[in-house]
């Protein structure tokens, strides 16, 4: 059975642009993949929000995982609060096998977001979760929560998302994805 690492956001300290935290959004999104992942025989197990990102990452790299799959939004930072869209996905760059996780969350990802050419990958080596995981690894930033219109899209389509991400990694995994 393909086993998964979900590891959603532990930013609590982020906050949306019109209300609530990174954290908590993001962990909706992991909420709402369980019954993909599971109906589509995946076994997974999640960081927990009380974790930093250095136990998660040891928690990931204790188990034999298939993927590392974490799940952010984004910010643009001060100066360029608000005005960025759009959807990154992230892979370190000597890995192909997380390489082409992060190509298939983006190709599917853009049949989701509003704008697909806002949807790109983007290989990175000073990212934790990819450079310190021992499973092949992608972190998606689902959209920019500084953005207004981008904060309406996560909170009307967490569902929308958790599926869109689930059928990512069970196409990466090679399993047929199951609606629950």
Avoid: C
Avoid at 57 to 86: F, P, V, W
Avoid at 107 to 131: A, M
Avoid at 147 to 171: M, T, Y
């Amino acid at each position: 059975m393909p086993n998964i690492y979900l590891s959603p956001s532990l930013q609590e300290w982020n906050p949306y642009v019109d209300g609530g935290n990174e954290e908590y959004y993001m962990n909706l999104v992991a909420d709402a993949m369980e019954p993909y992942l599971t109906a589509s025989g995946i076994a997974f197990t999640r960081n927990s929000p009380d974790m930093t990102l250095r136990q998660a990452i040891s928690q990931s790299n204790m188990g034999d995982y298939d993927l590392h799959l974490a799940i952010h939004s984004n910010a643009s930072g001060e100066a360029n609060a608000g005005r960025n869209r759009g959807t990154e996905v992230y892979y370190y760059p000597t890995s192909a096998k997380g390489q082409s996780f992060a190509e298939t969350l983006a190709t599917n990802f853009s049949e989701l977001y509003p704008d697909p050419n806002r949807v790109k990958t983007i290989p990175s080596t000073s990212l934790g979760e990819l450079r310190l995981t021992k499973a092949p690894a992608a972190l998606i930033e689902v959209a920019y929560h500084d953005n207004i219109d981008d904060a309406r899209f996560i909170r009307q389509n967490i569902g929308e998302i958790a599926e869109n991400l689930a059928k990512s990694a069970a196409e990466t995994l090679g399993v047929p994805f199951v609606q629950p």
